[in-house]
């Protein structure tokens, strides 16, 4: 499955930028498969202003083969820190992957979005423009337009499933948060196994301030992109983090990598359920 995808120069991440970087260069390609594909649709959503500009967020929805059920409803989130665009990169490698191979999308229909903090990004800064950690304000009655548009989104599309991508800078290996031991197992174990042929697993007992087992958390901060505690049939959470010191090209390969292997897995999970 090897598809050549030109990654765009980055500015490093510690270095002071003399004007915004565009959103439209980091999303050049995935408008590029999306005009030319059959597969996948974009459709942006939410607009809200900073500082006199308009913004909306950048959403493309894959709508994979169908299958022989329901079909699976995906969220796939990225750059809520607007100095991570690694995921962005990473989603344009995995639609890359797809457009060539939709069987692999059987029976999903995918919902992406690849900028979830435009004005982070274009500042270069983890922070939204006004100054907030936008993974910090979720299900807390924050007034950040990003965040009331994004939590929108999780209420109409009820996602059987959620991954955010992140990178961190204080980690030398690729891990994980999953919320319990099935999903642990089941979704995280596999997709950090195969991402390991690009990225090495952060073995550490702890990890971004909380327990691990082999590059597995269970806990999470409050205020992070997932869905509502409330939900009658509540999805599956990941969050997969590359080490942001490693290669550019091997966070985007273990990330897209990753991703498929949460397609292939969850939807066995599901066949078993239904013979259940």
Wanted: hydrophobic share 35%; charged share 20%.
């Amino acid at each position: 499955m090897k598809t050549e995808v030109t990654i765009p120069a980055l500015n490093e991440r510690h270095t002071a930028i003399p004007q915004r970087r565009p959103a439209d260069r980091l999303l050049a390609q995935l408008d590029q498969i999306a005009e030319g594909s059959t597969n996948v649709v974009k459709k942006s959503f939410g607009e809200f202003e900073s500082q006199g500009k308009s913004y909306s967020l950048p959403r493309y929805v894959f709508m994979g083969p169908k299958g022989g059920g329901d079909t699976i409803r995906l969220g796939i989130f990225a750059t809520i820190h607007g100095d991570e665009p690694e995921g962005a990169l990473a989603i344009t490698r995995f639609l890359s992957v797809l457009e060539k191979n939709p069987e692999l999308a059987k029976g999903y229909c995918l919902f992406i979005y690849p900028i979830c903090n435009p004005t982070g990004f274009e500042d270069n800064t983890r922070f939204s423009r006004n100054g907030k950690d936008l993974n910090r304000e979720f299900w807390t009655d924050s007034p950040e337009p990003e965040v009331r548009w994004l939590e929108t989104e999780v209420w109409t599309h009820a996602f059987d499933g959620i991954v955010t991508l992140h990178s961190d800078d204080t980690s030398d290996g690729m891990y994980g948060y999953a919320s319990g031991a099935v999903l642990s197992e089941n979704l995280l174990e596999p997709a950090l196994r195969e991402a390991e042929q690009f990225l090495p697993r952060n073995s550490q007992p702890e990890i971004d301030g909380f327990p691990a087992q082999n590059g597995i958390i269970t806990q999470c901060f409050n205020g992070v992109l997932k869905a509502p505690h409330n939900l009658q049939r509540p999805p599956f959470e990941i969050t997969l983090e590359t080490p942001q010191k490693a290669p550019l090209h091997r966070q985007v390969e273990a990330l897209s990598i990753a991703l498929q292997t949460i397609l292939v897995e969850y939807r066995y999970l599901m066949a078993i359920a239904a013979n259940i």
